[in-house]
């Protein structure tokens, strides 16, 4: 305990009998409690002679007023709240009301006046002055969440109501938290020069759950189905995670209208609650709810109309394109979503104010509801003025420069919609931001405020984590995604994991001198170790060095249609291993494989490319509709020693299936179309480094570049019979080399599943998915096969000799019989040569056919970082293909 908590609480010791005696407040089931009992101050009777019995009292003259025992108090203050003045006629009532008048001022904990024949002398006793406001037991609800919602402030005039008004509102900020035991006592500590400490014992008490939720006369949907539509939830071990469980009135008043929400949605058109009551059990810790329904018969739909006096609207038109029809079950979020409809047709003609009422007309009998949408005049609309608020470091025209209508054009509800998308997909600003409409200084002006919440744009991170495709990895960056709050992108980059290593400086200018066109550029440095797998250890094949710049640049052509150009250089050191895959100066096939051979070297790319856009989701960072569609086109050789034509197709669509359920189907399809001439008569004119490849993360349930052409190396071969090798051709002691092609295409189906509030303030968002694709089209490389080792002589197997300074190859010798016969047993190889042991390689995977993975997986923003995991498995896949079932991804920041 530090020491100003232990002169705290001797203080409070000695001075417990100045303790505010039984100033406790508990929270109740439902109602409030009382008010607790506060000592009343001691108001002395005026001392005035009493008046006879028979006669009436008799009116005096205020001769002096005299004002004692105030300390911080001018006497003339104080006599300021008095209505009594000096040679004023007085009586007991005036007297009276003077006591009333101190009483209400509130500054005085005890206060008297004494009457000496007109010489009045107010007695006061001035109410403390708080020196500190001290929460103690709160670790549910944080003082910053207690201290603005009180009254008592240090410096503050100490009164008691102020006391019960705190300890009311401290309760109710704890029964929103759904605790309901809660208690709060008040204590004074009094200090000298008249100061008191305020301090508020806490006891939080538990959290009190909904322990039961029963309904009453419903016959048409079971307990279970109302149950599922409202947002309180029982207590259970499946909503233990959920903060729906706890008790909240402002809850339970939404639970009726998602009820008769409910209901309507399904032709029930009488359909009301009676009655909602909670009850607290006795030990305060559980609720039980109960409601009491009326169901009422269904409704089935009548004629439906629409009348509209605006000269745009033509009603036989609109009827035609109305989605209820006569004899359909009665659907009131039908009937809300289509006057909403109406009011946007009716915004895109420019009518930002109009009024469309739906009239019902009910009849019992036939159990219809005939509907006639009237749409009233009102006059076409303009904007007056563009409003932008809360913009601290964004400056307004990053905003503006957003909006689709600008000030004098007609209002478009259209223009309005799409530029809360593009606001939206700024990602500067809060979630979901929308404009407002008011009404300008004439009827048919309109005023559009944006009121904007921003947001952190700038991140710096250090992050180390584990991986499933690169294990270790550390990643340290810095990026201001608005940079000077003009919108710029700044950032630095570098990371570090056991098989990849990359640093890159970047900037984007979106508005180049305030028009619409962007420029960009970075630089960058990129080392990749290709890899495979032995005996699922990891081996590194080649590696490759880019070092290079971009420089990019776009414009728009239409409201969705945009156009990018971009220039690249790039320069590539592939290598391999020399100790391993080089026998002298030359890279040796037998070892590495003829297709690792080609590809190593040093080369320079000189990339022009464009790409042309169609984007109309409505947020870019987490879209729930809309679609995307682009094709992209790079050229290598102008310049340099790479020269081919990479084709790319992408495209996209969001559907958004309600309750938050988002539905996303996505495609995309590449080609690469080589010039020149290959690097060897035997090998692919796309070198291996330029080929697609495809695999984890982008197809869930395959390996990483797990799909497609490859080449098997099976090195255990049984030579007991040298005559007749056995291969053994399981997954232990092979390696597997991707070599990826000239085309692919991939498809995905995946479908964002929303949970419960709980699981939703954790950061958790699942999602079940169907991949589809295939890489391709790969000129068959050379293979070594067992045949190879064969002695054309006596076609034995044996082992290759070679020479690992001239590079010389021969076979071992073959060990004779006493008659000079060959055994088939083959000596050491001579020396200076080293064994080549038997092997052969398999090509596999080369087909358009698809391959097809389903699957499940959760992004969770987590306490290390983010965290993705999925799970998936392969229905269709080819011989050769590496599958995965389980795959994550896991980092940590401090």
Known sequence: MNSVASHKFSARTQLSALLLAGTMLSAPAIAQDAAPPVATPTVAAPTVPAPAPEAAPAATTIQTITVVGNQRLEAQTILSYLRLRVGQRYDRSILDQALKDLAATELFKDFQITDNNGALTIEVTENPVINRVILEGNKRLKEDKIRPEIKLAPRQIFTRSKVRADVARIIELYKRQGRFAATVEPKMVSLDQNRVDVVFEINEGPKSKVRQISIIGNEKFSDGDLKDEMATKESSLLTILSSNTSYDPDRLAYDQQKLRLFYLQNGYADFRVISAVAELTSNKQDFIITYVVEEGERYKFGDVDVKSELRDFQPEMLKTLLPMKKDDWYDAKLVEDTVESLSETAGLFGYAFADINPEFRRDPETR??????????????????????????????????????????????????????????????????????????????????????????????????????????????????????????????????????????????????????????????????????????????????????????????????????????????????????????????????????????????????????????????????????????????????????????????HFNLGSRFVLNLSAEGGYIYPFGSAPTPTSDKVRLTDRFFLGEPQMRGFDIRGVGPRVVRYATVDLTNPAAPVLDTSSEGQIDDALGGRAYYQGRVELDIPLGTGAKELGLRPSVFLDVGSVFSVKRPTLTTLADFRDPADGLTKYLCRNSTTGVTNFATNTPDSSGAPTGQFTTCATGFSPLPPFEERFFGDTWMPRVSIGAGVNWNSPFGPFRIDFAYALRKEEGDDTKRFSFNVGTQF
């Open 368 to 653: 219809t509801m005939q509907i006639t949408f009237n749409v009233a005049e009102s006059p076409r609309t303009y904007v007056e003025r563009i409003d932008v608020n809360g913009n601290t470091l964004t400056h307004d025209k990053v905003v503006r420069r957003e909006f689709r209508l600008n000030e004098g054009d007609a209002f478009n509800s259209f223009g309005i919609k799409r530029t809360e998308n593009r606001i939206n997909s700024l990602g500067y600003f809060q979630e979901n931001l929308e404009i407002e409409r008011k009404e300008g200084s004439a009827p048919d002006r309109i005023i559009l405020e944006t009121n904007v919440e921003e947001k952190p744009t700038g991140e710096l991170s250090l992050s180390a984590g584990f991986s499933s495709i690169e294990n270790f990895l550390l990643q340290a960056s810095i990026r201001q995604r608005n940079f000077r709050g003009l919108g710029q992108q700044l950032q630095a980059s570098v990371n570090y994991s056991s098989y990849s290593k990359s640093i890159e400086l970047g900037f984007t200018e979106p508005y180049l001198f305030d028009r619409n066109i962007s420029v960009g550029g970075s630089v960058y440095r990129r080392d990749l170790n290709s890899f495979n797998f032995i005996n699922n250890d990891r081996q590194t094949t080649f590696q490759q060095v880019t070092t290079g710049f971009q420089l990019n640049a776009g414009v728009p052509l239409t409201e969705f249609m945009s156009f990018f150009g971009r220039y690249s250089l790039n320069y590539d050191d592939v290598t391999l291993d020399r100790g391993i895959y080089f026998f002298g100066d030359q890279c040796d096939p037998l070892v590495a494989g003829r297709y690792l051979c080609d590809a190593i070297g040093k080369r320079t790319t000189s990339l022009l490319g464009y790409t042309l856009a169609y984007d109309d989701r409505d947020n870019r960072i987490r879209p729930t509709r809309g679609q995307s569609a682009s094709l992209s086109q790079d050229f290598a050789g102008l310049g340099g020693s790479v020269k081919y034509v990479r084709t790319r197709l992408n495209a996209s669509k």
